[in-house]
């Protein structure tokens, strides 16, 4: 049985029709890639199954459960976590009440504290710190850090290396590898070259349809493909 699966998931933004069918499973375990162009639907899909946008007809199941129209807060109860695009942090906040803010109840405990500092060192540093000062590729690794403050099951990444220098980019690539030997991470991501190095399973969405589906491997060996779905030539 997959973690998560997509079944026909339609989703209209008012006048809109952003998502058409999309069907694809998560398997359990690893790094599952989400590819496709700007605008293809990437981050729409992500927050239909998060209930922040309700698919409808189609449905989303979750270990077997489905969790179509559930609101957000009790996808969340079930394990899931998402990171948004804008990170979701709260600025005038430090680094520490972030991290509390994360929490079902409010608190943490030590040995999941050193579990986060040992993948985001810099956290560390800056615990006591209002987030908003901290560079965007720190911030990024607060927004990371507070989906995995308690152990999911599953986490919904948007667009993590946006904007982010090189170096930060490669820290991001050593964090997630290591997220994702104890939890399910489905990516969306926009830089390939980061994706391929992560990424087991994939999709690729175009025009708010599911136009590829298969391993990572053999897309990465079929450059034709490539180019025709992401134009990565271009």
């Given amino acids: 049985m997959s973690l998560l699966s ?13 998502l058409h069918d999309v069907t694809f499973d998560v398997p359990e375990g690893g790094v599952f890639v989400l590819l496709g162009r700007n605008g293809a639907g990437k981050s729409t899909t992500l927050r239909s199954i998060m209930g922040l ?7 989303v199941t979750f270990r077997g459960k489905d969790i179509t129209g559930m609101h957000t807060a009790d996808i969340a109860r079930l394990g899931i976590a998402y990171v948004p695009e804008n990170m979701g942090i709260f ?14 109840n409010g608190s943490f405990s030590k040995s999941r504290l050193e579990f986060v500092y040992g993948i985001f060192p ?10 908003g000062s901290l560079s965007g590729g720190q911030k990024q690794m607060l927004s990371v850090a507070r989906a995995i403050i308690e152990k999911r099951e599953l986490i919904l990444i948007d667009e993590p290396t946006k904007g982010l220098a ?7 690539a050593g ?8 939890t399910t991470i489905l990516l969306v991501e926009q830089n390939f070259h980061f994706a391929r190095r992560l990424g087991r399973e994939m999709a690729v969405i175009d025009d708010g349809r599911v136009v590829h589906r298969g391993s ?6 079929d450059t034709e493909l490539q180019d025709r779905l992401l134009s990565l030539s271009a």
């Fill in 122 to 131: 810099a956290l560390e540093r800056f615990w006591d710190k209002p987030a």
């Fill in 91 to 104: 600025g005038g906040l430090t680094v520490e009440e972030n991290m509390i803010l994360a929490t079902q």
């Fill in 6 to 18: 997509l079944n026909a998931m339609k989703t209209d933004i008012e006048q809109y029709h952003v």
């Fill in 166 to 172: 090189p170096s930060i980019v490669d820290a991001m």
């Fill in 175 to 182: 964090a997630f590898a290591e997220i994702s030997a104890e």
């Fill in 216 to 221: 990572m491997e053999a897309f990465v060996a």
């Fill in 53 to 59: 946008w309700s698919p409808s007809p189609g449905s």
